[in-house]
């Protein structure tokens, strides 16, 4: 008897192994099959809707929508899904179809055998009222996808750059070119997204200009970044926008600018415009500018 207790000590362990082993596996079949259980005996009970939602004729959202339901509506369970992720439920009027379980109560409160009342406060999913609530939301679709392409119209508009080639006359007192020049401008532009506070046209400046005075062959190189809004003022639309950048004379003279600009014209798009700046250089003195330009978008 004492050598059979020694040697059945194996024998219990491995008997173990395939207990554990065994539960193991019948656990997720106990589990599904108890979930199922519950399932079935939610059908025919009444569920509560707790948000707003369509109803659908197959369980996905991508299904045709068939009517709204409001909250607190009183539905009757008929189906749940698979997955139990949607619930196919009746109203008081025979009426039919899917809803997300998750905009309901069904679960999350203990189910009630009390029969629906005979007259519910409750919206049909059909009928004058279904009808009109379907087409306020075509509209709305109809509405999101206008403005979906209006936004998309002024994003391609915006990501179109424009280009300025003119010519523009400058009076400043410096001493290589004198007190005036003339010459050759291009800017390179960009319309910008509109906004509530109007269009922005952001953009790159520059040229050269030689000077007026005879014998003097000496010429300036603008290099300008520049910043407009469109705004209005007694029903003329016009641009203004200030601009930072740098001035070089010939020689090697480098100089900060500074200035403002008011621009009329077709700025945005293929057209003429007439510009005009003032402005301030430093360097190696602080002195005062004024610049005018006639030039053609496109």
């Known amino acids: 008897m004492i050598a059979f207790r020694k040697n059945s000590k194996p024998y219990l362990a491995k008997s173990y192994s395939y207990l554990f082993i065994l539960t193991a596996f019948l656990s997720p079949h106990l589990l599904l099959a108890q979930g199922n259980r519950q399932q079935a005996e939610a059908l ?3 569920v509560k809707v707790l948000q707003a939602t369509p109803v659908y004729s197959q369980p996905s959202a991508k299904s045709k929508a068939l009517a709204d339901i409001d909250p607190d509506t009183l539905l009757t369970i008929k ?4 997955k139990g992720t949607w619930i196919f439920v009746e109203d008081v009027d025979g ?3 899917w809803i997300p379980r998750e905009r309901t ?5 203990p189910s009630s055998t009390q029969p629906l009342p005979s007259k519910p406060e ?3 999913l059909v009928g004058p009222e279904a009808e009109a609530r379907r087409k306020e939301a075509e509209q709305a679709k109809q509405d999101a996808q206008k403005n979906a392409d209006e936004d998309n119209d002024r994003q391609s508009q915006s990501s179109q750059s424009r280009h300025m080639l003119g010519t523009g006359m400058r009076m400043a007192d410096l001493e290589s070119t004198g007190p005036a020049s003339a010459g050759i401008v291009y800017a390179l532009m960009m319309l910008s997204q509109e906004s509530s506070y109007g269009a922005k046209v952001i953009g790159l400046h520059t ?3 030689s000077s007026l005075q005879k014998n003097n062959s000496n010429y300036q190189i603008p290099i300008r970044y520049r910043v407009l809004s469109q705004d209005q003022l007694v029903g003329l639309s016009y641009w203004s926008g200030a601009d930072v950048g740098a001035l ?3 020689g090697g003279r480098w100089s900060l600018s500074l200035g403002y600009n008011f621009v009329w014209g077709a700025l945005a798009n293929a057209g003429f415009i007439a510009l005009l700046r003032g402005g301030i250089e430093f360097f190696p003195k602080a002195r005062p500018s004024l610049e005018g330009v006639l030039a053609w978008t496109f």
């Open 44 to 46: 025919n009970d009444p």
């Open 79 to 82: 189906k749940v899904s698979p």
């Open 95 to 97: 009426n039919q179809g």
């Open 105 to 109: 109560d069904f679960f999350q409160a």
């Open 122 to 124: 409750a919206t049909p």
């Open 207 to 209: 040229g050269i200009l």
């Open 248 to 250: 070089y004379a010939k």
